[in-house]
């Protein structure tokens, strides 16, 4: 990785993926894109460049012109969106996906791009669920994600696409909100801690969930795209978590430091049917086997770490 192209950079994870790239990497090394242009970091701090990743020709004439190496593709809707524009989900994380996928083989860029918890479905075993298993999503979001990573697989094997990916959990972060996730609750109960000391969660109790904190997240990227690629039997996607939790066990750990705080439930049954979907807690030893991936931040660690964020902003 010396030059590198994102797309979706002001999303949850884009945001705050091309500030670690950027401090990493150069700042002049990292061209940021997003359909939107808003006042952020992203767009001040280095190279960025408005993209609607289904427009194939803008994508490359950017990816070319920068000399990119490397393409993180991050740009998707997420599973409850999803859900809700299956067409829409189907052009934009396909096409945008193939967009990419061309755009790194035309250049030989190497490639990233994140899979999910979402690729199971309820034929899945639910727990220490392997990398290597049952694999019949029931949602839009999940549907695209199993195809992304067969066809990332099909770019590595047919074309030698050097490409590389993560079956990402819920993440959980401070900079920038996901936007409709089955996952977001995480994200939200500790705003609304912050708040108002009280949470009402879409997601019903003992609904359990991967999930992993931010600056793991970035880290297991930044490792997974240097790792030896001799030592990696698998590419395309790997599980990686660093938490199972519901609902309950996030306001546990939030009345750790806040021993008030409320939670009660008004489940949605949209997402509450999605989140029932996927596994309950999945098995990352593949990824640690291959590439040494680690988590930092447990439950508890997270929770301070998080709470302790959210004030200062
Ligand atoms: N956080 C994502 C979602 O809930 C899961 O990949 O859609």
Same mark, same amino acid.
């Given at each position: 990785m010396k030059k590198i192209l994102l797309t979706g950079a002001l999303g949850q994870i884009g945001s705050e993926l091309t500030a670690k790239l950027r401090s990493v990497y150069g700042s002049d090394n990292v061209i940021a894109t997003d359909i939107r242009e808003t006042d952020s970091h992203v767009v001040h701090n280095g190279p960025f460049e408005k993209l609607d990743v289904t427009d194939a020709e803008k994508m490359f004439d950017i990816a070319k012109k920068n000399n990119v190496d490397t393409i993180i593709h991050l740009a998707a809707l997420l599973s409850a969106t999803a859900e809700k524009k299956p &067409?829409?989900?189907?052009?934009?994380?396909?096409?945008? &996906?193939?967009?990419?996928? +061309?755009?790194?083989?035309? &250049?030989?860029?190497?490639?990233?791009?994140?899979? $999910?918890?979402?690729?199971?479905?309820?034929?899945?075993?639910?727990?220490?669920?392997?990398?290597?298993? /049952?694999?019949?999503?029931?949602?839009m979001y999940g549907v695209n994600k199993v195809s992304g990573e067969l066809l990332s697989d099909y770019y590595f094997q047919k074309f030698g696409v050097d490409t590389r990916g993560l079956r990402f959990p819920g993440l959980i972060s401070y900079e920038t909100m996901p936007g409709g996730g089955t996952t977001d609750y995480a994200v939200e109960i500790y705003y609304e801690a912050i708040k108002?000391?009280?949470?009402?969660?879409?997601?019903? +109790?003992?609904?359990?969930? *991967?999930?992993?904190?931010?600056?793991?997240?970035?880290?297991? /990227?930044?490792?997974?795209? +240097?790792? *030896?690629? $001799?030592?990696?039997?698998?590419?395309?996607?790997?599980?990686? #978590?660093?938490? #199972?939790?519901?609902?309950?066990?996030?306001?546990?750990? /939030?009345?750790?430091?806040?021993? *008030?705080?409320? &939670?009660?439930?008004?489940?949605?049954?949209?997402?509450?049917?999605i989140a029932e979907s996927w596994p309950d807690a999945i098995d990352s030893s593949a990824a640690k086997a291959e590439w040494g991936f680690k988590a930092n931040f447990d439950l508890a660690k997270m929770t301070a770490d998080m709470l302790d964020k959210l004030k200062t902003k």
């Open positions: &067409l829409l989900a189907w052009n934009l994380n396909m096409g945008g &996906l193939v967009n990419a996928l +061309e755009t790194a083989r035309e &250049l030989d860029c190497q490639f990233f791009t994140p899979s $999910s918890i979402g690729a199971f479905g309820p034929s899945t075993p639910k727990n220490s669920t392997p990398q290597d298993t /049952i694999m019949r999503p029931t949602t108002n000391n009280a949470y009402t969660s879409y997601i019903g +109790e003992g609904t359990h969930m *991967d999930m992993m904190y931010m600056p793991d997240a970035l880290q297991a /990227i930044i490792d997974l795209m +240097e790792a *030896d690629p $001799s030592k990696l039997d698998h590419r395309n996607s790997f599980n990686v #978590s660093a938490m #199972s939790i519901a609902p309950e066990d996030a306001a546990a750990a /939030i009345r750790v430091h806040q021993p *008030d705080f409320k &939670l009660d439930y008004d489940v949605d049954p949209v997402r509450q049917a």
